[in-house]
């Protein structure tokens, strides 16, 4: 098998890695429900409704994440569910934890382009001459 020509694409496996993150984030908001209900004895429909509208939004999200204002998307996410604060402390820590998470892949982001831009990455580097 032959490799592809031409360099690679770095921002296809960070955008994998960002749908992945979101779909994780989903599956933690929705865990968020039985525990609201057993730290609070109750689970208002308000807050079941919001917490379920948040993973709907964060389970599409990943189809989305080819656009270059999807990472802000994201992080604008972040800000709902630290606003959960107000809601139930254990919604605002998910928030608190994710916002932590999104912070550092835009910092990676950051990186990554700051190496594009200057050739830096491994995929931008000439392939090793071959030795016979």
């Not at 690679?8 to 968020?32: N, Q, T, Y």
């Not at 204002?69 to 606003?83: F, K």
């Not at 990186?111 to 090793?128: I, S």
């Amino acid at each position: 098998m032959s490799r592809r020509e031409g360099p690679s694409d770095p921002w296809k496996s960070f955008r994998g890695v960002m749908a992945g993150i979101l779909l994780l984030e989903a599956v933690v908001v929705l865990l968020a429900l039985p525990v609201v209900l057993v730290v609070s004895d109750t689970l208002p429909e308000a807050t079941a409704t919001c917490l379920i509208a948040v993973a709907a939004v964060l389970v599409v999200l990943p189809a989305f994440q080819r656009h270059s204002w999807a990472i802000w998307v994201n992080l604008a996410v972040q800000l709902v569910l630290l606003a959960g604060f107000f809601v139930d402390p254990a919604i605002g820590f998910i928030g608190v934890l994710f916002t932590a998470v999104w912070l550092l892949i835009a910092y990676l982001r950051a990186e990554v382009l700051r190496r594009q831009k200057r050739g830096l990455l491994p995929g931008q580097r000439p392939p090793p001459e071959a030795v016979d």
